[in-house]
């Protein structure tokens, strides 16, 4: 008896993941991988912004704060690279939690806290991405 469970899409999702605390990003790659998203993880921008030359992603799950680069410029790439792609901003932050991040990146679909548990993180991966990949594929 298979133990998995079924995919969330079809033909997986394509996430890129930027966040500095490699094991909080392990943790959230993972845990979407098990629902069938393919994750590419980076943990500073310049990576960031590689992935985003050389491939094709319906969601970026971007955290704002990052030890190396400057999370509004992923932001910004992502938007004129991939205008499809749903961003989702994570940050613990208290700068942005006044909604202010609206008005310094238009891209943001929305804002979460780093400690949003990964299921809940997946499932809004999954809102936000399936209206992307419709509109990307």
């Known amino acids: 008896m298979d133990t998995q469970p079924a995919p969330i899409h079809p033909c997986p999702l394509r996430v890129l993941l930027v ?23 980076c943990r500073d921008a310049d990576a960031a912004l590689e992935a985003l030359e050389s491939q094709v992603f319906d969601v970026v799950v971007l955290d704002l704060v990052l030890e190396e680069g400057n999370g509004l410029t992923v932001a910004d790439m992502a938007a004129f690279r991939h205008p499809q792609a749903s961003v989702i901003c994570v940050t613990d932050a208290s700068f942005f939690s006044d909604g202010s991040i609206f008005n310094h990146c238009a891209t943001a679909g929305l804002t979460l806290n780093r400690t949003t548990p990964p299921d809940e993180l997946t499932a809004i991966v999954a809102h936000y991405g399936e209206r992307s990949a419709a509109l990307g594929r």
Not at 19 to 41: A, C, K, P, T
């Open 19 to 41: 966040q500095s605390q490699l094991e909080l990003g392990r943790v959230w790659q993972r845990h979407m991988q098990r629902q069938g998203v393919s994750v590419e993880l």
